[in-house]
């Protein structure tokens, strides 16, 4: 294999071939590294800037010991997005000790076109959504047995006129 120091290598090309290509059986078919920038860096004005796919494997990966594994940014579109054809999940999010998905947005953290599904616990202002049900229907029986106290007292303040309308007649 060659070997190129301080000498970079240029290659292009004014048709549809590729201008660098690389190809392995059993190694990787493109390596890049570097110490303080870009490994690798891909730039298209029409299509993506880099792209990965496979037969069996992930068609893109993004690995780390320490920071983001994968960051999408943009500046009008979406920032990262999951999209399946078959029966799978356009995205996922799983986490060993810390938290599989986390959003947060200038209007809204997450938002949901269509049904959702939750097969465990839900917590809304840091109190479970059991409690908080639980919390209504102690109010509305609290408003039902206000309601009631008050129909009661009503009833006696009719009772309580029409005594003193009878006691005023004899």
Do not use: C
Request: no cysteine; aromatic share 6%; proline share 1%.
């Amino acid at each position: 294999m060659p070997n190129f120091t301080d000498d970079p290598v240029i290659s292009r090309t004014n048709n549809a071939a590729n201008a660098i290509e690389g190809e392995s059986k059993d190694g990787r078919g493109l390596v890049g590294r570097s110490n303080t920038n870009y490994g690798i860096r891909g730039h298209s004005i029409k299509s993506a800037g880099i792209r990965g796919s496979s037969e069996d494997g992930r068609g893109v990966e993004g690995w780390t010991e320490t920071s983001e594994g994968v960051v999408g940014i943009s500046e009008t579109g979406h920032g990262v997005w999951g999209q399946t054809e078959g029966t799978g999940h356009g995205v996922v999010g799983t986490s060993k000790s810390g938290v599989g998905v986390f959003g947060k947005g200038g209007r809204l953290a997450g938002l949901f076109e269509g049904s959702v599904e939750i097969t465990a616990f839900l917590k809304v202002g840091g109190v479970s959504f059991l409690v908080l049900t639980d919390r209504v229907k102690r109010l509305e029986n609290f408003i039902s047995h206000f309601q009631e106290v008050q129909r009661v007292y009503e009833r006696l303040k009719t009772l309580e006129e029409k005594v003193a309308a009878l006691e005023s007649a004899h």
